[in-house]
Each structure stands twice: as structure tokens, then as C-alpha cells.
């Protein structure tokens, strides 16, 4: 293996939450008298800590939206998890490989900790990620396109970053990951290869990346 740790995303690179909640995420905001189509909500939320739909609907209408959004919309897409969520498909032989090899893996989410713990438990990814494995954009100042969540990753897990490998599937990942100074791959199954532009490899099947790792 060629890197000391790997950092995963978690949706839509661990489970296949994207098309759940950016259908969600465009019909809440539609509703709230925010035309959003889930073409747009794809090219300028995903991957997003939640702080960022807030500032850019502030920026681009000039109003806030609700106090109670993000409670409301989580209740919204963890009902819908409940009913849809699967892991991304390859991505639990990926795991096991890691596991029986020894390497050092986590997960370094936008997402809050309650939402990447409720869509580890509906899938069965939770055998994989104790406590110490959880990273939340929670947990630091700034969230993706930031550096600042997978350097407190590698921090926590007690590797230099330019002994880590992140997989990302969305564009601010990316850019956060070359902002840290570590390899980043991006898993083009749902964002245009384009999109993913400072990569250092790309693959559109989670079952490449094991062998993009030796």
C-alpha cells in the first residue's frame, strides 16, 4: 500500500446518498420559493457542508432561509434513508481489503456525525466505522472546499498528509483535498470527470480502487 491512511467521503462514496438528498434538497428549497431543479442542486450543493446552501441562497436572494431548515430537511432525508439508502456498490469488498490488510482508513463527511451514523446504521457500515474513524465537518471552523476537515482527519488518525489518499465524488472534495497536500481519487459514477478537475486519478467503479491503492 502506498499510502498510510485513507479518507473516505461518505456520501455518494461510501453510501448512495446523493440522488436521495439532492431530490430533496431542490424540492425543500423549490418549496420555500427557491426554484431548484435536482440538476442544480447536484452542480452547487453536492458535497456541501449545510453552512454553504445557507450562504449561497443569502447571497444569490439576498434572504435567509428558515431557522429550523436543516432540522427539517434531515428529518426529510433520513425518512427517505430509511426506505432507499445502500451502500455505494464495491464499496464493502473495498473495506474488508483495508481491514484484512491492516491500512488505516476513516471517513471525513460534510455531512453532520448524526447523518453519516444514521446512513452507517441503515446500511450496515457501522461494523466498519467505530467512533474513532467518524470525521465531521462539524468538528472543525470551515468545511469543504476547506482543507481544515481532512487535516484534522490525518491529525486524529496521526498521519502526515502527504501520506494520505482521499476519496472524493464531489468537486469541493477535491479541492479540499489538493488544499490539504494529499493524493485525492475521484469516483466519477455520478459527477462528470470534467467536474473533478486536480485529481490525481480518477475511476468510475468503486471496485477499481483497490488496485489504484498498491
Given at each position: 500500500?502506498?499510502?498510510?491512511?485513507?479518507?473516505?467521503?461518505?456520501?455518494?462514496?461510501?453510501?448512495?446518498?446523493?440522488?436521495?438528498?439532492?431530490?430533496?434538497?431542490?424540492?425543500?428549497?423549490?418549496?420555500?420559493?427557491?426554484?431548484?431543479?435536482?440538476?442544480?442542486?447536484?452542480?452547487?450543493?453536492?458535497?456541501?457542508?449545510?453552512?454553504?446552501?445557507?450562504?449561497?441562497?443569502?447571497?444569490?436572494?439576498?434572504?435567509?432561509?428558515?431557522?429550523?431548515?436543516?432540522?427539517?430537511?434531515?428529518?426529510?432525508?433520513?425518512?427517505?434513508?430509511?426506505?432507499?439508502?445502500?451502500?455505494?456498490?464495491?464499496?464493502?469488498?473495498?473495506?474488508?481489503?483495508?481491514?484484512?490488510?491492516?491500512?488505516?482508513?476513516?471517513?471525513?463527511?460534510?455531512?453532520?456525525?448524526?447523518?453519516?451514523?444514521?446512513?452507517?446504521?441503515t446500511t450496515g457500515l457501522d461494523r466498519w466505522f467505530d467512533e474513532t474513524r467518524i470525521f465531521s465537518s462539524q468538528d472543525v471552523g470551515r468545511g469543504k472546499p476547506a482543507p481544515d476537515l481532512f487535516l484534522y482527519?490525518?491529525?486524529?488518525?496521526?498521519?502526515?498528509?502527504?501520506?494520505?489518499?482521499?476519496?472524493?465524488?464531489?468537486?469541493?472534495?477535491?479541492?479540499?483535498?489538493?488544499?490539504?497536500?494529499?493524493?485525492?481519487?475521484?469516483?466519477?459514477?455520478?459527477?462528470p470527470a470534467d467536474r473533478l478537475a486536480g485529481a490525481t486519478q480518477l475511476f468510475s467503479h468503486m471496485g477499481e480502487l483497490t488496485d489504484l491503492l498498491v
Open positions: 500500500m502506498r499510502y498510510d491512511l485513507v479518507i473516505f467521503d461518505n456520501d455518494g462514496v461510501l453510501v448512495d446518498s446523493e440522488p436521495i438528498s439532492n431530490r430533496l434538497l431542490a424540492a425543500y428549497l423549490t418549496e420555500l420559493g427557491h426554484p431548484t431543479s435536482y440538476e442544480d442542486s447536484i452542480r452547487d450543493y453536492m458535497g456541501s457542508a449545510m453552512h454553504r446552501i445557507h450562504d449561497l441562497i443569502l447571497e444569490r436572494t439576498g434572504k435567509r432561509l428558515p431557522d429550523d431548515f436543516d432540522d427539517v430537511f434531515h428529518t426529510r432525508v433520513f425518512a427517505a434513508f430509511q426506505q432507499e439508502l445502500k451502500p455505494v456498490a464495491g464499496v464493502v469488498d473495498v473495506l474488508e481489503k483495508l481491514a484484512a490488510d491492516g491500512t488505516p482508513y476513516c471517513v471525513a463527511s460534510s455531512g453532520s456525525h448524526e447523518r453519516i451514523r444514521v446512513g452507517h446504521r482527519a490525518a491529525e486524529r488518525m496521526g498521519v502526515a498528509p502527504e501520506r494520505c489518499v482521499v476519496v472524493e465524488d464531489s468537486p469541493l472534495g477535491v479541492q479540499a483535498a489538493v488544499a490539504a497536500g494529499m493524493d485525492v481519487y475521484g469516483f466519477s459514477a455520478m459527477t
